[in-house]
């Protein structure tokens, strides 16, 4: 089982900084990628930054510029700095991990969330 725990949530004022950590853990294995993804009551969790075992990135419009994720995947740990918080970033967020499994027989993949870490940002 792999275990993923998230970190460095909290409360921030507007054009604030805060940067949160992802940690998994468990059986033997390396990330092909890591990503971080927010959900707000009522909506769908949607992704805010992703990185990849060979550290392409991918942002969502609305944070690009102002988020940075990084991250060591042979060591399953990511990181997302964020900059100038806005209060429409206030959300639970989410680390997820994905795994690839490879053997002769093919390729299947895996995901392993976190429990979520609060962000608010007050105005």
């Known amino acids: 089982q792999v275990q993923v725990v998230e970190s460095g949530g909290g409360l921030v004022q507007a054009g604030g900084s805060l940067r949160l950590s992802c940690a998994a853990s468990?059986?033997?294995?390396?990330?092909?990628?890591m990503g971080w993804y927010r959900q707000t009551p009522g909506n769908q969790r949607e992704m805010v930054a992703r990185?990849?075992?060979?550290?392409?990135?991918t942002y969502a419009a609305s944070v690009k510029d102002r988020f940075t994720v990084s991250g060591d995947l042979a060591k399953n740990t990511a990181y997302l700095q964020m900059n100038n918080l806005k209060p429409e970033d206030t959300a639970v967020y989410y680390c997820?991990?994905?795994?690839?499994?490879?053997?002769?027989?093919?390729?299947?993949?895996?995901?392993?969330w976190g429990q979520g870490t609060q962000v608010t940002v007050s105005s």
């Open positions: 997820k991990v994905e795994v690839v499994v490879r053997t002769i027989e093919g390729s299947t993949p895996f995901s392993y």
């Open positions: 468990g059986r033997r294995f390396s990330a092909d990628a």
């Open positions: 990185i990849t075992s060979d550290y392409r990135t």
